[in-house]
């Protein structure tokens, strides 16, 4: 029987380890739907010694790309043919597009959170007061993509100093950008909450199963009105934003990056724009269901 007898489906997935959690192949099956492409999506747990196998097999089944998380995203690189944009810049991949057996490795994440900022809060960052809490992989992609986005200053609060100071050499030597690394105990804290337009969450403080745990942070020093950022999803408003909320700031949560980063992995991929409304949908049901379930 020829080839040509079934269609070709193509195969995506995401690597990671571990990977169950992962929204993505709920997510990406959904768009392929809409999209009315014949592809599909799958979680694949890789252990970090097998990673180079992995990749390899991308080229093997000529899969049409795949997703990297948690704790494969700098690791792959060295596996690919190139890498571009944000990828480079912040030598982070969580997004491989196999174009005619070449594997080439972007970052959607810094991206994927200006769309959030700006499509759902209306942030516009150019000339912005920036405060991140955290100097881990989420707090490097949301800091290169502000710095980037020429917002005025950016500050970097951190309990790990030398985490938070090689981030900031990085965001010096590649962009030139100059940021300030602060301590969680600094009182200089409160004068810089006073005067920030932007305070982003990337520590998994509050993270499900330990919703009660907020950030060491100053917020009711900050002016009302202006907008505190969680990009914790479960729970979609993590305590930190509720109190916000009562402190009379806006606030935003970690949703909206994850749908906009995906959004961003499927357009690489297949040329195609999802329209994000019924991928919204699918995501905030099952993350209603996978919060109900874990707490019982
Ligand atoms: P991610 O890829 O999600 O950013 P990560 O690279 O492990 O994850 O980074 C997590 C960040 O959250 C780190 O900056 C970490 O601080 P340290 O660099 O000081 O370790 C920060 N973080 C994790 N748990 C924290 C806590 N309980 N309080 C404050 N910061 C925390």
Known sequence: M??????????????????????????????????????????????????????????ALQMGGINVTIPHKQAVIPYLDRIKGDALLTGSVNTIVNRNGALIGYSTDGDGFLLSLQKEAGFEPADKEVIILGAGGASRAISFALARSKVRSLYLVNRNPERAALLRRDLLERLGFEVKVYDYSDPELKRLAAAADLV???????????????????????????????????????????????????????????????????????GITPSEEPLRAVLNKALAVSTDQDSD
């Open 2 to 59: 020829s080839d040509s007898t079934f269609p070709v489906i193509k195969l995506y997935g995401v690597y990671g380890y571990p990977v169950g959690h992962s929204l993505s192949p709920l997510f990406q099956n959904e768009a392929f739907k809409i999209a009315n492409l014949n592809a599909v999506y799958f979680p694949f747990s890789v252990e970090p010694e097998r990673l180079r196998e992995a990749v390899e097999a991308v080229r």
């Open 200 to 270: 982003i969450n990337t520590t998994p403080v509050g993270i499900f199963p330990e919703v009660d745990a907020v950030p060491p942070f100053p917020l009711e020093y900050c002016a009302a009105g202006r907008l505190v950022c969680d990009i914790i999803y479960r729970p979609l408003e993590t305590k930190w934003l509720k109190r916000a909320s009562e402190l009379g700031l806006r606030t935003l949560g970690g949703l909206g990056m994850l749908i906009y980063q995906g959004i961003l992995s499927f357009s690489l991929w297949t």
